[in-house]
């Protein structure tokens, strides 16, 4: 591993170390699996068009509402857990949560030009039952907002 890789490594373990500090200092879901994602790409870019601001916080944007829209269409109330059980009509319907969150966003983001993969594991967070609540939504969006934020305030005053 070279100088850049290392560098890239612990910045974006710092990126999730500020959110971690968030989350338990606020009680609320500030960390969650597609940040680490998020916070990797913004760790390996740095800069360009794939981690704009404009991207990242509009993809999980979209992602939320594709995960929150398909949660509310397909199976509310159902949520991924360690045990599904073969043929279920739960585990149908997280399946086509699953299919249809993704595509959904996958829509939205190519409609909007917000595309940042990541979000796709964004909506499946929501669409699977994980965080299916309008207000974790918006914590979502929030928590990615500061990632970006801590980012940007990074990039201004260290030479990345």
């Not at 990242?56 to 857990?81: E, Q």
């Not at 993704?102 to 990541?118: F, I, K, Y």
């Not at 990615?144 to 260290?158: F, G, K, P």
Request: hydrophobic share 55%; aromatic share 4%; proline share 6%.
């Amino acid at each position: 591993m070279d100088q850049h890789d290392a560098a890239t490594a612990v910045y974006a373990g710092l990126l999730l170390v500020v959110l971690g500090g968030v989350a338990w200092a606020a009680g609320e879901p500030f960390v969650f699996p597609s940040l680490g994602p998020s916070a990797f790409l913004m760790a390996k870019a740095r800069r360009g068009s794939s981690v704009t601001p404009r991207r990242v916080i509009g993809g999980h944007t979209v992602g939320v509402i594709g995960g929150l829209v398909t949660y509310g269409l397909v199976d509310p109330g159902v949520a991924l857990s360690t045990s599904l059980p073969a043929f279920s009509e739960g585990t149908l319907g997280l399946a086509v949560a699953a299919a249809l969150s993704v595509l959904l966003t996958s829509v939205g983001m190519l409609a909007t030009n917000t595309s940042h993969p990541p979000a796709c594991a964004t909506t499946l967070i929501v669409a699977l039952g994980v965080l299916p609540t309008v207000r974790a939504g918006a914590v979502i969006v929030l928590a990615v907002t500061v990632l970006v934020a801590v980012h940007e305030l990074v990039l201004r005053s260290v030479a990345l």
